[in-house]
């Protein structure tokens, strides 16, 4: 038997839960909270300590208790860089701080509905818990903030959701290598590479992958992070992000969901701000030179493109000049 229940209309959504009883008395009965609006969803299954993001009745990507982890170290240091990328890379030759470990949400202690969200206590392994609070964000789009209780040992906080066996995953920002990061690790700052530039070359890094579909996942922090996009779990989007002593203030990512993968960004300009058209001289032709010797050279260049009749808008000044 299943019983649904409307607990109160908040504007565009509605929060509600749901109690299924079986006839099992060992199996305790499911409860679901959700929030609802515009056609998509967002369910935290209590007992399954499971989040499902849904567009009508179709799951589009679901967040378990590994999930929604704290990575935590014996002590917190200042003069320490938890950049989580070379964890999460498995750097050769890289010592993590002393006691690192990961420690994934096994219960929700608690979950209630405060002011049109739902707020749950988490317990996760080790003992240690924190407090997720999911609300709605905008159309489509709702903002999780994972905040550890007690942020004294907690270094890195990760956000991880399901990825599907045949779904490939666009966006986290310029990239050289392929469009598809789908077992790619990214960065979200410059890290040391054996490129020929000595680092990886994330030039515009961005917290935001997209997947086929018709959902992303947006972390809202400037802190050092890494997307590990089912790399290392074929079945797992992960994005883990450094605090050090500021892990108190938590970690907010949003998920958002669209009907085609491409309005994602819509969601995601939203929250973020929308793009200004370029400057006129910016979508004519440019003249770039690989490394600029000096400015006699650069001018040189400026009289060969006069010379020429080049209709160029703009020339690339390159390194190592200026």
Known sequence: MTMAFRLRVFGAFVLSTTLSCGDDSLTPPSRVLSLDGDGYSIELDVNAVTISLKRGDEVLTTIDGEGLSLGTVDTIDDLVNYDPYPIVAQVEGYFPPAGAAFHGAVKVTSATE??????????HQGGSTSRLTISVSGQ?????????????????LRVGTSAAEAEAFYGLGEHFDDVNQRGKIRAMQMVVDSLESANNEAHVPVPL?????????????????????AATDE????????????????????LLAAAHPLDVTQRYYELTGYPRLPAPWALGPLVWRNENDDQAQVEADLDTMRDLDLPASGI???RPYA
Do not use: C, M
């Not at 405060?114 to 317990?123: K, S, Y």
């Not at 992958?209 to 590990?228: C, K, N, Q, R």
């Not at 079945?235 to 949003?254: E, P, Q, Y």
């Open 114 to 123: 405060q002011d049109g969200a739902i707020v749950a206590e988490l317990l």
């Open 140 to 156: 489509g789009s709702f903002s999780l903030a994972l905040v550890p209780n007690d942020a004294s040992r907690v270094a890195w």
């Open 209 to 229: 992958v997209i997947g086929t579909a018709g959902w992303g996942l947006f972390a809202e922090t400037s802190y050092t992070g890494v997307f590990d996009v």
């Open 235 to 254: 079945a797992r989007v992960s994005a883990t992000f450094g605090l050090g002593k500021d892990a108190a203030s938590g970690l907010t990512v949003h």
């Open 316 to 318: 690339w000044i390159d």
